[in-house]
């Protein structure tokens, strides 16, 4: 079965400090990952996706995530978080097996402290 | 191109009674999501449908809870009898045919007094 960890449910780092936020899935085909933000009251908000395409994806508001397959991992980096930067961050995967349904993990709330 | 679109965004009601959730996807997107996230969790898969098809209802409890997508009008996410555990953020999601990619609305926030 497909499955995504998130470790840490919260994580605080410093503004400038840099913002890792881990994800591990388990798939047993090639996945699509992706990685959603949510402030508060809100929607999810793509920030990035992975489609077997390059293992390095950059995505919007100066955030990117590494795939590598033989660590089964996806996580989100940040040089240097800003205040604006708190929310809710959601790793998910997307199995193309006929199957649609999108599996999130549990969400890593960010804190960046002034 | 307007985005999902979500309503109502907050709806209140009283143990027993019916929800009603819509969810309109963006123009062109024929393939709709819903998903139901409780408070400091993420979000669950409850069902995904095509115009006037139900593909995918596996997330879905076996109670209470229907979903449509007709030819004309909105994904109708219904639950009947709410309970107080139904209370939650109801988000809806839509993709084109063909693509991984779900563009999500707003979130309904349903409270079951």
């Known amino acids: 079965a497909q499955s995504v960890t998130q470790l840490g449910s919260h994580v605080s780092v410093s503004e400038g400090a840099l913002v890792l936020l881990r994800c591990n899935y388990s798939?047993?085909?090639?996945?699509?990952l992706f990685w959603y933000v949510q402030y508060p009251n809100q929607g999810l908000q793509l920030l990035l996706k992975?489609?077997?395409?390059?293992?390095l994806v950059k995505g919007i508001n100066g955030f990117e995530a590494e795939f590598k397959k033989s660590e089964t991992s996806f996580h989100l980096t940040k040089p240097s978080a800003h205040m604006s930067d708190a929310a809710e961050y959601f790793c998910?995967?997307?199995?193309?097996?006929?199957?649609?349904?999108?599996?999130f993990g549990a969400g890593t709330r960010l804190f960046v402290k002034a | 191109n307007a985005g999902v679109m979500q309503n109502p965004r907050h709806l209140v009601r009283r143990r027993g009674q019916e929800a009603r959730l819509r969810c309109s996807p963006m123009?062109?997107?024929?393939?709709v999501y819903w998903y139901r996230q409780l408070p400091e969790e993420g979000l669950k898969f409850m069902v995904y449908?095509?115009?006037?098809?139900?593909?995918?209802e596996s997330g879905m409890p076996k109670e209470r809870f229907s979903a449509e997508f007709p030819k004309e009008g909105p994904s109708i996410l219904r639950i009947q009898q709410v309970v107080r555990g139904d209370s939650a953020a109801y988000f809806c999601?839509?993709?084109?045919?063909?693509?991984?990619?779900?563009?999500f609305g707003p979130g309904t926030r349903l409270t079951v007094l």
């Open positions: 999601a839509s993709s084109p045919p063909g693509d991984n990619e779900q563009f």
């Open positions: 798939s047993s085909v090639p996945p699509y």
């Open positions: 992975y489609t077997s395409a390059a293992t």
């Open positions: 998910a995967v997307r199995i193309n097996t006929g199957g649609f349904k999108t599996i």
């Open positions: 123009k062109g997107h024929s393939h």
């Open positions: 449908l095509q115009k006037e098809n139900i593909i995918d």
